[in-house]
């Protein structure tokens, strides 16, 4: 009987990697991880608190349900879990604009759609001079953001004339991991950790102060980069587009030895 041929070994056989969202990105990330041979490790280093103005946050859910607006733009995959905590219902005749593919596969993986993603420039100033294109006309844009986002995407669609709500959809506030994670990280268990967000990197770096030369941070695109080197991590790898999918290329293609023996799962 002829032996069956020998399988190639995937790129990142061995190699544990933390990814530092959970709920539905996080699993879908973890699939990603395994079928190029990785060990996933899930630790949640954000989350969102609820706003300080709820009421202001439910009256605007309420008026997206009932048609008010023609575009509800999205710049972080954290606005999507809080669209599916309120299970905010989008009507057909609203327009869903996420700022990049992360936060467009969070939206799906919940069962919302995207109907516009940036195509060059995965920011809130590429996504306001996208929609102004597309938008020659008065429009009436929902945008939904943290407590701490900057208001270009307000002022750029409120200069061209659309009419704007901008409501405060969450305050981010940082989840501390376990003190196993945070043993893993620190004795170089943990051989890659995924950045992506800012958020996500002050986080990284104010919970794992003594990373390990040897390990790898990817950061998912280079706004996250930029984001990652303030908060002062060193980034090894950049994607070139900010998705899921081109950061783990991006992590995969990277030079790695293989992981430790005493390391394997």
């Known amino acids: 009987m002829n032996a069956s041929p020998q399988q190639p070994a995937k790129p990142l056989a061995g190699w544990r990697v933390l990814v530092p969202r959970g709920g539905p990105w996080g699993d879908g990330v973890a699939a990603s991880l395994r079928k190029q041979g990785a060990v996933p490790v899930i630790a949640p280093l954000i989350n969102f608190a609820p706003s300080n103005d709820q009421a202001t946050l439910e009256e605007a859910l309420r008026d997206l349900a009932d048609g008010a607006f023609d575009w509800l733009t999205l710049t972080s995959a954290t ?11 989008i009507p057909a005749s609203t327009k869903v604009a996420a700022v990049g593919e992360t936060t467009a596969a969070a ?22 001079e996208q929609l102004i294109a597309l938008e020659p006309e008065p429009r009436d844009v929902l945008t939904l953001r943290s407590e701490i986002a900057k208001p270009v995407l307000t002022r750029m669609l409120s200069e061209a004339g659309h009419r704007v709500r901008s409501v405060v959809a969450y305050r981010t506030v940082g989840v501390p991991v376990t ?11 943990i051989n890659a950790i995924l950045v992506t967000s800012g958020s996500v990197a002050e986080q990284v770096q104010s919970q794992f102060p003594d990373i390990p030369p040897a390990t790898l941070i990817a950061a998912i695109g280079p706004r996250t980069a930029k984001d990652a080197r303030r908060a002062g991590l ?11 999918d081109a950061l783990i290329d991006a992590v995969a293609q990277f030079p790695l030895p293989h992981a430790a023996d005493e390391f394997a799962p």
Not at 179 to 189: N, T, W
């Open 107 to 128: 939206l799906l993986a919940v069962g919302y759609r995207v109907d516009l993603v940036p195509e060059r420039d995965n920011s809130a100033a590429g996504m306001a």
């Open 79 to 89: 606005t999507v879990d809080v669209l599916y905590a309120y299970r905010a219902v």
């Open 179 to 189: 003190e196993k994670i945070a043993h893993d990280v620190r004795s170089g268990r």
């Open 234 to 244: 060193s980034v090894d790898v950049v994607a070139d587009r900010q998705t899921v």
